[in-house]
């Protein structure tokens, strides 16, 4: 039986994390921020 690989294993998982959070960036990026929103947000007083 071979025995497993584990640097390869490792850099998958580094690789997938990486794209994962290349993609998170990309989201929030082409999302509008709420700072940008035409409402501003203003705390309700009491």
Do not use: T
């Not at 509008?32 to 309700?44: F, G, L, N, T």
């Amino acid at each position: 039986m071979a025995k497993p690989n584990y640097q390869f294993e490792k850099r998958q998982r580094e690789l997938a994390k990486q794209r994962k959070k290349q993609e998170k960036a990309q989201r929030k990026a082409a999302a509008p921020s709420p700072a940008e929103s035409d409402e501003p947000k203003v705390p309700a007083e009491s």
